[in-house]
């Protein structure tokens, strides 16, 4: 859009998609922060597509420093929440400990979509605790909820809503509406797990958005005894 536009103001985007000038700007900030969109020092402010050469050139180097952070031994270490950052996930067990050191500082919300299979009981525990601190907790699961394999006594424990909902296709952790974690969900290959963690408030509310959509679908599941 940007590219075919030139120069343009968030006003004349909105126009031209038909949405809000305020959802315009939300959508460009990870974009400028990513290299891929520049904006100018006039007012109003314009905006242009940065030359392709130089926008992958920006992208790569942001997603090289994240690769060689996760692969590079370093992968668990605690990110700086105070700025956007982006880094990898992968395989399952890098999600769950990821996931558990979120959910150790979620204070208001976690909402996720996942398979329902079996529960850790390391990310038991830390989802108990996160309950006990007040934070609600929405799970959407994309497995037949009455399959044995679904670990309905996990949900329980944890306090959290559940609901159901097929083939999704994705694993989403949103807390906070902060920090969001995406990765690939295959349920021939359940242990398969390779995505990307955002922190960075305007992604997660995208996201968030997303989950609130499938949770109007879903079929509400009760795990109380």
């Not at 499938?214 to 009760?222: C, F, G, L, N």
Request: net charge positive; hydrophobic share 40%; proline share 4%.
């Amino acid at each position: 859009m940007l590219s075919s536009l030139g120069n343009a103001t968030a006003h004349q985007l909105a126009d031209k998609l038909g949405i809000l000038p305020n959802t315009v700007y939300r959508n460009l900030r990870p974009l400028m922060d990513l290299g891929v969109v520049e904006g100018s020092s006039t007012y109003p402010v314009t905006y242009r597509a940065v030359a392709s050469p130089v926008a992958l050139e920006w992208y790569m180097r942001a997603a090289m420093r994240s690769f060689r952070t996760d692969f590079g031994g370093n992968s668990l270490a605690a990110a700086d929440d105070t700025l956007p950052s982006m880094t990898f996930i992968k395989d399952r067990t890098n999600l769950r400990i990821v996931t558990e050191q979120e959910a150790q500082k979620a204070q208001k919300t976690i909402n996720c979509i996942l398979s329902g299979h079996r529960v850790a009981e390391s990310t038991i525990a830390v989802y108990r605790k996160a309950a006990a601190r007040g934070v609600k907790f929405r799970v959407i699961i994309e497995n037949d909820p009455n399959s044995p394999e679904v670990d309905q006594e996990a949900f329980r424990l944890m306090s959290a809503e559940v609901g159901y909902l097929s083939n999704i296709g994705i694993r989403l952790f949103v807390f906070d509406s902060r920090t969001a974690v995406l990765t690939s969900y295959d349920p021939a290959l359940p242990n398969r797990a390779f995505g990307i963690r955002f922190t960075y408030t305007s992604v997660a509310e995208q996201l968030e958005e997303l989950f609130e959509q499938r949770w109007k679908q879903a079929q509400i599941v009760s795990v109380s005894k």
